[in-house]
């Protein structure tokens, strides 16, 4: 209930999710976060606090929407009420592509599961658009690459980025600038 690496409370810290899809790192790291809370700060009605705790990112609308109102039933569960549920969750949760949201800020733990999409499947705009911004994104470059560059760039010093990945990376050519 308290940071990795210090003794800092969880809902001090800042967490990222730029995937989130149904939700499977979300809800634990929502476990986790009101549970140390509630340890540290028992004062039930202040939960609208936490809303810079957690930012995650989901691309697919239909996804977002479900597992937004999944998350805002989950925090009723908790004892929340519906109108801060709603407003935790709206200000938690963002619809749109990750790698051109701006604006962030920075975050001390960044985790999640990015996509797995070869470049000759994305579309030819948005790869346009992710090689003018991601240096990472060169040669056959998957699309977790830049992934990869954009987190560390909003990862605070001393932070922490966990990303089920493949180890592709590390071996190709294309992977060449993000090992660098």
Same mark, same amino acid.
């Given at each position: 209930l308290v940071g990795y690496d210090q003794n800092i409370p969880i809902y001090e810290k800042r967490i990222l999710e730029p995937s989130?899809?149904? /939700?499977?790192? @979300?809800?634990?790291?929502?476990?986790?976060?009101?549970?140390?809370?509630?340890?540290?700060? !028992?004062?039930?009605?202040?939960?609208?606090s936490l809303k810079?705790?957690?930012?995650?990112?989901?691309?697919h609308k239909e996804t977002f929407e479900k597992t937004h109102a999944e998350l805002t039933q989950y925090l009723i569960t908790y004892g929340i009420s519906s109108d801060?549920?709603?407003?935790?969750?709206?200000?938690?949760?963002?619809? /749109?592509?990750? @790698?051109?949201v701006s604006d962030m800020g920075t975050?001390?733990?960044?985790?999640?599961?990015? !996509?797995?999409i070869r470049h000759e499947l994305i579309p030819a705009d948005d790869l346009k658009k992710y090689r003018k911004r991601y240096q990472?994104?060169?040669?056959?470059?998957?699309?977790?690459?830049?992934?990869?560059?954009?987190?560390?760039?909003?990862l605070s010093p001393g932070g922490h980025l966990g990303f089920i990945c493949s180890d592709r990376w590390m071996k190709n050519k294309y992977g060449r600038a993000l090992r660098s």
């Open positions: 989130f899809g149904n /939700g499977n790192f @979300l809800f634990p790291i929502i476990d986790r976060l009101i549970n140390s809370w509630r340890k540290f700060k !028992p004062h039930k009605s202040a939960f609208v810079n705790s957690i930012r995650a990112v989901e691309i801060e549920s709603r407003s935790l969750v709206n200000a938690w949760l963002n619809q /749109g592509d990750y @790698l051109l975050f001390d733990y960044i985790v999640g599961n990015p !996509p797995y990472t994104m060169r040669d056959k470059a998957d699309l977790y690459v830049p992934f990869f560059e954009k987190s560390l760039s909003v």
